[in-house]
Nanobody, 124 residues
Framework: VQLQASGGGLVQAGGSLRLSCAAS????????MGWFRQAPGKEREFVAA????????LYADSVKGRFTISSDNAKNTMYLQMNSLKPEDTAVYYC??????????????????WGQGTQVTVSS
């Protein structure tokens, strides 16, 4: 089971980036997948998650209205479209997959598999 995150980079405040997370077939048959981020000196925090059955999408309050999580099952890929980026969005972004059903997927402990992370830097 492997997850490969990509799409990070340097962008000015107000700009956009789209992150991708390519998953192996088994990981993509998971109940849910999510994005977390970790800024220097801070704990890893939840950003967004998508559960397929029953369908549910979750966002952290800090990104609601700016970020959109989606998936393309045919490509075994999950995406995070990030718009109106702010300097406080600067972090390493990680994708993760959960192999068990849960009502919510806000916490790190819900996830079994993790990608390597991709750096997002937003300049002011």
């Amino acid at each position: 089971v492997q997850l490969q995150a990509s799409g990070g980079g340097l962008v000015q405040a107000g700009g956009s980036l789209r992150l991708s997370c390519a998953a192996s077939g088994r990981a993509f048959s998971s109940y849910a997948m999510g994005w977390f981020r970790q800024a220097p000196g801070k704990e890893r925090e939840f950003v967004a998650a998508i559960r397929w059955s029953p369908s549910r999408i979750l966002y952290a309050d800090s990104v609601k209205g700016r970020f959109t999580i989606s998936s393309d099952n045919a490509k075994n890929t999950m995406y995070l479209q990030m718009n109106s980026l702010k300097p406080e969005d600067t972090a390493v972004y990680y994708c993760a997959a959960a192999s068990k059903y849960s009502a919510t997927y806000y916490t790190i402990g819900k996830y079994d598999y993790w990608g390597q992370g991709t750096q997002v830097t937003v300049s002011s």
